[in-house]
């Protein structure tokens, strides 16, 4: 094996290794009779527009700002928006999906947003949003927890890696 070809391949084997080593494998939360799949995530700043050829990159920029016609409502749109996928084992009883969230002018206070699934389904989606007045005087969320309760029982949760 010539050194061209012995530099060649370890390049290849490093770029292989590089490559094995980004792909991340997300596995659902697990709980007590549910799971949390996904947390989905996305801030919106107004006043920074997105440039990009791709439109499917400035998609959810838009979702969020449609029909927003006035400066002031698309100022007040700016914030940050949670998309939960969650599955509960029993569907016959409510449950209700919390959201806590600390941001980064209140300090250490931590703010509440919750909803009351009646009806669940196999496969679950809760949004929470913190936008508006609420995100321009508290500030940007800096963590969060996600918490799907029946009665006073934390079935499971998932929190930012600040939360602690």
């Known amino acids: 094996m010539t050194l061209a070809s012995r530099t060649f391949f370890l390049r290849l084997v490093a770029l292989a290794l590089l490559a094995s080593s980004m792909v991340s494998c997300s ?3 697990v709980g007590n ?10 801030h919106l700043v107004p006043d920074k527009p997105i440039i990009a050829y791709d439109p499917a990159i400035t998609f959810e920029r838009q979702h969020y700002l449609y029909g927003a016609a006035t400066e002031a409502e698309v100022m007040n749109r700016g914030g940050h928006y949670y998309t939960i996928f969650w599955k509960a084992d029993d569907k016959t009883q409510p449950v209700t999906v919390r959201f806590e969230y600390r941001q980064a002018d209140s300090g250490l206070t931590t703010k509440t947003q919750q909803e009351e699934v ?3 389904r196999r496969s679950n989606v809760s949004k929470f949003q913190v936008t508006g007045d609420e995100y321009h005087t508290g500030g940007r969320v800096t963590a969060w927890r996600v918490s799907v309760l029946r009665g006073n029982d934390e079935l499971v949760s998932e929190s930012s890696f600040l939360w602690k």
Request: proline letters at 6%; aromatic letters at 12%.
């Open 33 to 42: 009779g549910a799971s949390i799949s996904k947390v989905k995530y996305y």
């Open 27 to 29: 596995s659902p939360t």
């Open 118 to 120: 009646t009806q669940v």
